[in-house]
């Protein structure tokens, strides 16, 4: 029985040594066969094709990757070049493969602007990873965050904070999002809609009760007309503030004109 065991290991251990020995054998001539070509010229690139750059410059990021026409496609590591790529503020992720057309494809994938930070009258877009992309003379058509920030620069999260992260990445998602003009921050959390409701968060907790509740308290002022002010949702039951006099003005006004 002994003996069978150590014919059976000696069997396994000369098959596996039989098997590295092939797969050594296999991986030269790889690298042999890849050695000749790129010698010959088979791997230089004839030309350079950038997909995905909606707000960069072709020419910009071909600077950047490094790849040039009529050198050879692996001069330098790809992973290497979409490393480079992705440090770009404004390139979420980067892919660089070479075709049989012998052209090099560089395929981007940007970060969205989804928010704006005012500082001495320039605009910092983010994106919904609290992460500055880009540097902007004017104010876009993004919900601008108020809050008391010392250092901004490209590149860099303006928080490290989880929970204000993953409260942004959420508030994206909601439909809420579109109606947003501000997002204060200083004090109390508060979002300012574009028809002046102000909706006070409070503490970055429930957020999904939350959210899930504003939802259904503006469908309610969309259907009933209420002339809302604010809404508290930092509260065990939320609660909706109406401005009475005015929405009483807005129905005699709608009397006469009728």
Avoid at 72 to 86: A, C, G, I, K, Q
Avoid at 99 to 110: C, D, P, Q
Avoid at 120 to 142: N, Q
């Amino acid at each position: 029985m002994k003996r069978q065991v150590r014919l059976a290991k000696y069997e396994y251990r000369r098959k596996r040594k039989r098997f590295m020995n092939r797969l050594f054998l296999f991986s030269v001539i790889i690298l042999i066969a890849i050695f000749t070509l790129n010698k010959f010229g088979v791997f230089n690139v004839i030309s350079v094709k950038v997909e995905g750059a909606e707000r960069l410059k072709s020419t910009e990021v071909i600077k950047v990757s490094g790849i040039k026409v009529g050198q050879s496609y692996f001069s330098v590591s790809p992973n290497s070049r979409e490393r480079d790529l992705e440090k770009i503020p404004l390139v979420k992720s980067a892919k660089i493969s070479f075709n049989f057309k012998r052209e090099a494809v560089i395929k981007l994938e940007e970060r969205i602007p989804k928010f704006q930070i005012e500082n001495f009258l320039e605009y910092y877009m983010l994106d919904e990873d609290m992460k500055i992309i880009s540097k902007e003379s004017s104010k876009a058509e993004v919900p601008e965050i108020k809050d008391n920030l010392k250092k901004l620069n490209l590149g860099e999260k303006i928080y490290e904070d989880d929970n204000k992260i993953e409260f942004f990445k959420e508030l994206v998602n909601q439909p809420v999002y579109s109606k947003i003009e501000d997002i204060d921050l200083n004090g109390t959390y508060s979002l300012f809609t574009k028809d002046g409701i102000q909706i006070v968060i409070g503490k970055l907790e429930n957020l999904d009760y939350k959210f899930r509740m504003l939802e259904e308290i503006l469908k309610d002022i969309e259907a009933t007309g209420k002339n809302a002010r604010i809404i508290e949702l930092d509260k065990e039951d939320p609660i909706v503030m109406v401005d009475d006099h005015n929405r009483e003005n807005i129905e005699e006004n709608l009397d006469e004109s009728q």
